[in-house]
């Protein structure tokens, strides 16, 4: 079933809020739409009154100049609906499927095992030709990697285009060889989700600091070796276990798309000409480290008769050098474009406003003081409520509508959901999904009772 839409159309100030939104993202602040725009039109006002030469000049000069401002204007604008259209008519037309994995009663797996799985699809075909790219509107294959929970049942769900079924399952196989997948029905279409009939709420998870500082990982949990029963520690049992704490009338979906990442997120060049990418950020950020660590040394110039500083050679705490090899083995991994989103969808009656902050702080247990942490923003975090947040429940409904359709498109990295997005390792990405091992007590996790296999040979037929 689809999601309705909001009783009142509100298109103004939904780009209003978005841009809030990507504010927000950037700066941690956000302001409500409707004093921004009433603060704009008192401006205005004011300048008309007291300053209407001033206010007429300015109009003179912009529409003498339009020929000029406004053929550059038309032609970006035009440019990018065109690669809006193109893009469109590439993503409609391929076939998508939804897979379940299912694992095996018994197998003893590490993380790296899902990280040879992200290694093996850390694909990007389709935008090898500018021709493909801007004419034929090819977009590079995306990934949505999905921890969900149906009223208390834990499922993992990986959806990918038709074509690369096949790359998938052998990557899943070879590294999961008990397990098994197969193609079901889109959960998120099994409910309505319609605010009306559902209490929604959800929110995306960004890095906090810069992207090639690394969250903790499963190397930090010594989950890179395969341990005692007794003695594994999982952190994302945490979250297995919560969510399948859910009771009858309460869902929670958490998404992770993911791309090859490429350097589209800085959308600038380095030094050789190449596009900027994060291995260029952790460059930067590396030097800034030194630049801290380094020493300085006075000592008098006979030349001025005055005191000058040099530089030392860099001297670094501990903290700081585990700092750079931290980044430094984060670099050297697969790195993928990468986008969380997360969503509480609940009947009224059931809905628990507790809830909301776990689900925000569901990956808190991978969070690092000294390096990343990921932390919420976007869709229902925008709301402070207010007095002065006018039209708060036609607005939240609104979003609510956008925020199902965002996620059962599985839609970031173009309109008409396009969001910001953090730029995350196949170890990092290995940490937030994978299949925990049968040593991790997991009751609300569907896993196969026996294994199965092809029938020995020489039997009769």
């Known amino acids: 079933m689809s999601s309705h839409g909001p009783s009142t159309p509100l298109p103004f100030f939904d780009a209003l809020t978005k841009l809030m939104k990507e504010w927000r993202s950037k700066s941690g602040f956000v302001l409500d739409p409707l004093p921004v725009v009433l603060c704009g039109l008192a401006i205005l006002f004011f300048c008309l009154v007291f300053a209407p030469a001033l206010v007429g000049a300015a109009l003179s000069i912009a529409l003498f100049l339009s020929p000029l401002w406004l053929a550059v204007f038309l032609a970006r604008s035009a440019g990018r609906q065109w690669l809006i259209l193109k ?39 389709g935008e090898s030709s500018w021709w493909g790219v801007y004419m034929e509107g090819k977009v590079r294959p995306w990934w949505s990697l999905e921890i969900v929970s149906t009223e208390g049942k834990v499922h993992f769900y990986v959806q990918t285009r038709a074509g690369f079924r096949r790359v998938l399952e052998a990557q899943i196989y070879a590294q999961y060889p008990g ?3 197969i ?9 309505s989700a319609d605010h009306h009939e559902w209490e929604v709420w959800g929110c995306d998870f960004t890095k906090k600091n810069p992207d090639p500082f690394p969250i903790k990982t499963y190397v930090d949990y010594g989950l890179d070796k395969v341990a005692k029963e007794n003695e594994q520690v999982d952190p994302l049992a945490n979250l297995v276990e919560f969510m399948g704490s859910l009771g009858k009338g309460e869902h929670m979906w958490i998404q992770i798309v993911i791309r090859t990442h490429k ?29 801290r660590a380094g020493t300085k040394s006075k000592f008098f110039d006979p030349t001025t008769g005055k005191m000058m500083e040099t530089e030392g050679f860099p001297n670094p705490t501990k903290g700081q050098s585990e700092m750079i090899a931290a980044v430094e083995r984060n670099i050297s991994k697969l790195a993928f474009d990468t986008g969380i989103r997360g969503i509480y969808i609940a009947k009224p009656e059931v809905f628990s406003g507790v809830t909301i902050p776990v689900l925000g702080g569901i990956f808190k247990q991978f969070n690092s003081e000294n390096y990343n942490s990921l932390g919420w923003t976007n869709w229902m975090t925008i709301f402070n409520d207010y007095p002065w947040e006018l039209r708060v429940k036609e607005r ?38 994978h299949i925990p091992s049968a040593a991790i007590p997991a009751p609300n996790l569907p896993r196969l009772q026996s294994t199965t296999g092809e029938a020995p040979p020489g039997l009769p037929t």
């Open 396 to 433: 939240k409904d609104h979003i609510r509508h956008e925020l199902v359709d965002a996620y059962r498109r599985r839609q970031w990295f173009f309109p008409p959901y396009e969001s910001s997005y953090s730029i995350m390792s196949t170890e990092e990405l290995a940490t937030i999904f």
């Open 87 to 125: 893009r469109s008519e590439f993503i409609a037309a391929q076939e998508m499927v939804l897979l379940e994995i299912i694992p095996p009663r018994m197998y003893e797996k590490t993380p790296l095992a899902m990280e040879a799985v992200l290694s093996g699809i850390h694909l990007g075909p």
């Open 183 to 191: 193609e079901v029905e889109d959960y998120t279409r099994k409910i």
């Open 179 to 181: 397990a098994q997948i």
């Open 263 to 291: 350097g589209e997120k800085y959308g600038t060049k380095n030094a050789n000409g190449d596009p900027y990418t994060w291995k260029d950020e952790a460059t930067e950020e590396v030097e800034k480290i030194r630049k």
